[in-house]
DNA sequence: TCAAAAGTGTTAGAGGTACACCCATGA
DNA sequence: TCATGGGTGTACCTCTAACACTTTTGA
């Protein structure tokens, strides 16, 4: 900051993202293969440089919307700075990654060289990307918990037991529909549109549709144990 | 990252920190005054250059003990990365924030432009700093909450009071003695040491002494709502 | 023996989970 | 009318807040 006159090596700040999507009943992310050395042929997040006129996130959306066409992420959160020095080889890259979400009813174009692989199934990765896609899926599962971050998996309407399939494909075990239902109303975040779905040809009651009444993401269950003292509280 | 020739602008990317200390009842943190400009007489956080051989969690851990004698932090944790082109004037900065603890028992030697400042009456900062600092401020909230984080803010050996007392000063509201004894104690945190502090001159009970069991930080209340299926629970 | 400070017992309430049961549809 | 899938009611359990009460000290 006050250093003056440093050897200054080469400094190169990039950003890049783990996009996961529920696809086919799990949850998956982007990656492309990469054609050149180095790490020719492993599997890489998309990313790129941080331009001089934008921050960290104006550029990963920047780069979603330009390279790999995902214009409709509905979240976009940063994770943290990567920054082993010999984390890439050659010149240095000091990497920002991001989460960010795709909701299940889109399926954006892709370049040749890109696909969705299951999180639990990753190819061999390139650098650290293996590392910064376990920490999104990480920080996804836990605020699946504590926010209202579904909205971002979730088509705009959909019946309770297709939100279920997603939670329980994004946490990785088996959701509760009933439950489900219960803690997202009770928190309000859930709200019915009044229509249903057809039953499918082998019967059953037909699914209520819901939607979420949020479309930006919030701390709807802020687990604050020790909490303030409530109003009539003397708090000692 | 696959970018060749780009015209490729300075890039200096910085490490800071909040340090964070609860000290005379109240949260403060760690402040320099800054003599030149741009912003000179503005307070700002302790941190600088990442260099070439260390990643960031390093640079930050260095720069601490270096610049600012302490090396006894307990507690460090990256924020975020503040990234807005011009965050600081002239040639383009990027900065890794970190969170930062010292135990209330110890009082660092400082440089003669180093002060502590109350989070909730801060001077004029520098640059984004009071916003990195408020970040910290409310990491450190939550986190008390549904982690042990609590070890970092408090000495070896504490009674409850006074265990009470740096919660207060952090949350920034009353907590109670007797509710966070028992929450700490059930979820395994605390170990009384046996031994009891001796009364002050107007008497009382003589109180406890209790020791954190852990040193680093864990996640000790993972508030998941929606858990995982319980053994006998068939999962529909 | 009284005031002060610490610590425990106990009740009440919030929020979730599990599961039984009821509802609405197609064949 | 039966199978199928959706939705509701309810009992139970865990955790926390609040607060009364007991314990242990100094004066």
Redesign the pocket.
């Known amino acids: 900051m006050t250093d003056a006159t440093t050897g200054t090596p080469p400094l190169v700040h990039e950003v890049l993202a783990a996009v996961l999507q529920v696809r086919q009943g799990s949850l998956r992310v982007l990656l492309w293969e990469r054609a050149l050395e180095p790490h020719a042929h492993r599997w890489s997040l998309p990313g790129g440089r941080l331009r001089a006129d934008e921050d960290v996130e104006a550029s990963i959306r920047r780069q979603l919307a330009e390279k790999v066409d995902v214009r409709q992420v509905a979240h976009v959160e940063q994770l943290a700075v990567f920054s082993a020095p010999d984390r890439v080889p050659g010149p240095r890259v000091v990497a920002t990654a991001f989460l960010s979400l795709v909701p299940s009813h889109l399926d954006p174009a892709l370049p040749p060289d890109t696909e969705w692989h299951e999180v639990s199934a990753m190819p061999e990765t390139a650098f650290d990307h293996g590392a910064i896609v376990l920490r999104a899926r990480n920080r996804l599962r836990a605020k699946l918990s504590y926010t209202n971050i579904g909205f971002a998996l979730a088509p705009p309407v959909f019946?309770?037991?297709a939100l279920r399939s997603l939670y329980s494909a994004a946490l990785g075990y088996r959701v509760?529909?009933?439950?489900l239902?219960?803690?997202l109303s009770?928190r309000g975040l859930l709200e019915p549109t009044g229509e249903t779905e057809?039953?499918?040809?082998?019967?059953?009651?037909?699914?209520?549709l819901f939607r979420f009444l949020e479309a930006t993401m919030a701390v709807t269950?802020p687990f604050a144990?020790?909490?303030p003292?409530?109003p009539?509280?003397?708090?000692t």
Chains 1, 2 share one sequence.
Request: aromatic share 0%; no cysteine.
């Open positions: 019946t309770v037991s509760s529909a009933t439950n239902q219960r803690v009770r057809r039953p499918g040809r082998s019967g059953g009651r037909p699914a209520a269950d144990v020790l909490k003292p409530s009539r509280g003397t708090g």
